[in-house]
């Protein structure tokens, strides 16, 4: 399909070039020079937005993940105030040593 679409254009290329009063050969080869710059140039750009990681799948994984982080603590932080004070201070409490023990079992 993409071979049809760049073959209509190298023929959409030759008849403007040949409207424009360029002959039979000089119309054909402006045409390939136009689409040669064109595919160079189309190519360029996929491979700028693969290397700098802007490609359709990649921001998508990215806002997705930027949405699903929001709810997640949302709901976290949610559940959390619904603790009792007591509850809230035993759960710190529990997580301070995990993180403490940790840190320890790294060293």
Same mark, same amino acid.
């Given at each position: 399909?993409?071979?049809g679409?760049?073959?209509?254009?190298?023929?959409?290329?030759?008849g403007?070039?040949?409207?424009?009063?360029?002959?039979?050969?000089?119309?054909?080869?402006?045409?390939?020079?136009?689409?040669?710059?064109?595919?160079?140039?189309?190519?360029?750009?996929?491979?700028?937005?693969?290397?700098?990681?802007?490609?359709?799948?990649?921001?998508?994984?990215?806002?997705?993940?930027? @949405?699903?982080? $929001?709810?997640?603590d =949302?709901? &976290?932080? *949610?559940?959390?105030?619904?603790l #009792? /004070? @007591?509850?809230? $201070?035993?759960?710190? =409490?529990? &997580?301070? *040593?995990?993180?403490?023990?940790? #840190? /320890?079992?790294?060293?």
């Amino acid at each position: 399909m993409l071979g049809g679409l760049v073959l209509g254009l190298g023929a959409l290329g030759y008849g403007a070039f040949s409207a424009a009063g360029f002959e039979g050969a000089s119309a054909g080869i402006a045409a390939e020079a136009v689409l040669i710059v064109v595919v160079v140039v189309w190519t360029g750009s996929y491979l700028l937005r693969v290397v700098t990681g802007r490609m359709t799948f990649m921001e998508q994984r990215r806002r997705y993940r930027q @949405a699903y982080d $929001q709810v997640t603590d =949302a709901e &976290l932080q *949610a559940r959390f105030d619904a603790l #009792s /004070e @007591a509850e809230q $201070q035993a759960l710190l =409490a529990q &997580l301070e *040593a995990e993180s403490a023990s940790g #840190s /320890e079992d790294a060293h």
